[in-house]
């Protein structure tokens, strides 16, 4: 068994290659193949996918916890928000490039971890994966996957790892020493799930985990032909019944399987002493996802991590919890420049990243709209909608009158609601120097 550091050294220190930004061809829609040219936004691979997915499938990933009071705050957060635009600055060139964790990276954004992203495109995780590290952007594989991370990693050298903590706390080094030993570097741990959130709305899809086959399944099956032949049948046929791959060392329950709730319990009982061993058997850097307090956040940096995810798990866990952008400020001033700070959770547009960036976010994660993507067109269509979001990105920091993501702040923010106030909190208010131009 390698050594966790020997592994975690080894790999690479920037395996993600330089993606040219051309955002003219995201506009004319020349990066898009046939299936994906008419789609224009985010939002609108979701009606695509509605239609190219069975319906339980579509309902797992769109759906949310309960009466998906936090899924919709996610976006009413950033709606809250207006954009305060700065002129004439010489915006003619622009780099949306940021450096994580020694990495650059030639967005700032990311794919955020989804389970069983497998079902919903052939290969999802290596298509998710793929797709990311062509762009020249990060991708976290989910710890609820069915394609062994060796094999994403392999297809996709650079790509994060979410671990869930396995249930019986001594299966969490062996667990590890096998991600490592796999040539990862970021290890994502989420906390946001000591039980399930309660996914109501997957039932009433037709989902559960396991899968429960039913004629009403076969149903939703059979009207989707392409996806039945392209993705279900093709998988069958490859590689068999799909396993979750990656929640411990070794090879977890088949999908269809009573097991799979058992191996998903337990985990109850986690808290900070395991993130203190895992702080101490991981050596690269370690990411905690699912933090949106700032109490949590000042712990996980005196536990020596890296970085967090400010994230409510996409409004799926706790319904009625708070937007991860409404904690974002408070959490960044406790991280201070200890941690990278980072969030996800209704991001659908360039105008939502800068919000982020603004408040203090270094980078962000995109999560529902690239599954999405993967189901409608596999890798060409990942790759079209990261060509959208950095496209619209570099228009905004145009518009904004930014030439990078570092130079996004708070200035450029006001709450619709009471336009003053935020203005005012300003570290230094743009009235001290009336340019604005802190630029060399
Ligand atoms: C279908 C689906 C599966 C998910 N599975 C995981 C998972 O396995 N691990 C995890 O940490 N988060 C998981 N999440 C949460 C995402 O990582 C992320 O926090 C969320 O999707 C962000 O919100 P957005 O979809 O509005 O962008 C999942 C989300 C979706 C939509």
């Known amino acids: 068994m390698p050594s966790l550091t020997a592994a975690a050294s080894a790999a690479p ?5 330089p993606a040219p930004i051309n955002a003219w061809q995201a506009f004319d829609g020349t990066r898009s193949t046939g299936r994906t040219r008419h789609l224009l936004s985010l939002d609108d691979f979701e009606a695509a996918a509605r239609r190219a997915l069975p319906r339980p499938i579509f309902g797992y990933v769109a759906g949310a916890a309960e ?18 635009p700065r002129v004439l600055r010489n915006v003619a060139q622009r780099d949306q490039g940021v450096t994580l964790f020694g990495t650059r990276y030639a967005s700032p954004f990311g794919i955020a971890p989804m389970g069983i992203a497998a079902l919903s495109a052939y290969r999802g995780d290596v298509v998710l994966a793929r797709a990311a590290a062509a762009a020249g952007i990060p991708a976290v594989q989910s710890g609820s996957s069915l394609i062994r991370l060796e094999e994403v990693v392999a297809a996709a050298p650079g790509t994060w790892f979410q671990a869930y903590l396995p249930g019986t706390p001594e299966r969490i080094a062996p667990l590890l020493q096998r991600v490592a030993a796999a040539g990862v570097q970021t290890l994502v741990v989420t906390v946001d799930i000591p039980v399930a959130g309660n996914r109501e709305n997957n039932l009433r899809a037709g989902f559960s985990t396991p899968l429960r086959p039913s004629l009403r399944l076969a149903w939703d099956g059979l009207v989707r032909p392409r996806w039945l032949a392209g993705t279900l049948l093709r998988t069958l046929a490859r590689h068999g019944m799909p396993h979750f791959e990656n929640s411990f060392a070794e090879r977890g329950a088949p999908i269809l399987s009573a097991r799979v709730q058992r191996d998903f319990a337990g985990r109850e009982h986690f808290d900070w002493a395991h993130i203190a061993q895992i702080r101490r058997q991981w050596h690269g ?30 409004g ?17 001033e406790q991280a201070g420049s200890a941690m990278v700070v980072m969030l996800d959770g209704g991001i659908r547009r360039g105008t939502d990243v800068a919000k982020a960036l ?68 300003t570290a230094s208010p743009p009235f001290d120097n009336p340019t604005g131009d802190t630029r060399p």
């Open 13 to 17: 220190a920037n395996p993600l290659p």
């Open 67 to 84: 009466d998906n009071r936090a899924l919709a705050d996610n976006r009413q957060a950033f709606d809250e928000l207006a954009l305060v």
């Open 285 to 314: 850097p370690l990411v905690v996802k699912g933090i949106l307090s700032p109490h949590d956040a000042a712990l996980a940096r005196q536990h020596g991590v890296d970085g967090i995810v400010v994230s409510n798990h996409g």
């Open 316 to 332: 799926r866990q706790l319904d009625g919890a708070v937007a991860p952008l409404r904690m974002l400020p408070a959490i960044a």
């Open 358 to 425: 603004a408040l203090g976010a270094q980078a962000v994660f995109v999560g529902r709209p690239f599954n999405y993507a993967a189901a409608v067109d596999g890798e060409a269509g990942v790759a079209a909608a990261i060509g959208l979001l950095r496209a619209e990105l570099d228009r905004n920091l145009a518009m904004l009158g930014a030439t990078c993501c570092a130079e996004l702040g708070p200035q450029h923010l006001v709450d619709r609601r009471a336009p003053w106030p935020l203005a005012h909190a």
